[in-house]
């Protein structure tokens, strides 16, 4: 049995083979495409979230830092330093102790004036 292809159907076979093998690359590539763009897109979304988590932690160190500020601001106010108060505390003892000289003076000077009333 002897086989006789002509020419028109050898090049309309190879023309198939060939618009065959290009449709199946189109669909191919165009499968690559729609996946490659889904993974794009599953990216896009994850550096959303990511770029909106941190947009929120900003604006809590932002509160962080602001609430700081205004308990440096208010900490004067509500408080005093140790080294304030021990002068302080020294000016009110030394006039307590110049206070009681003075009582203690009076009293003595009462005493020898012989209990007369001297105030």
């Known amino acids: 049995m002897t086989m006789q292809i002509e020419l028109w159907h050898l090049i ?11 449709g199946a690359g189109k669909l191919l590539l165009s499968q690559f495409q729609t996946h490659i763009d889904g993974r794009f897109d599953s990216q896009a979304t994850r550096l959303d979230g990511i770029e909106t988590a941190n947009r929120e932690e900003a604006a809590q160190w932002q509160r962080v830092e602001r609430d700081l500020m205004t308990l440096r601001a208010e900490m004067p106010i509500h408080y005093v330093r140790r080294e304030d108060y021990i002068r302080g505390q020294s000016v009110i003892e030394a006039k307590l102790d110049g206070l009681a000289t003075k009582i203690e003076n009076a009293q003595l000077r009462g005493i020898v004036n012989g209990g007369k009333n001297v105030f």
């Open 12 to 22: 309309l076979l190879l023309l198939a083979f060939f618009g065959f093998s290009a």
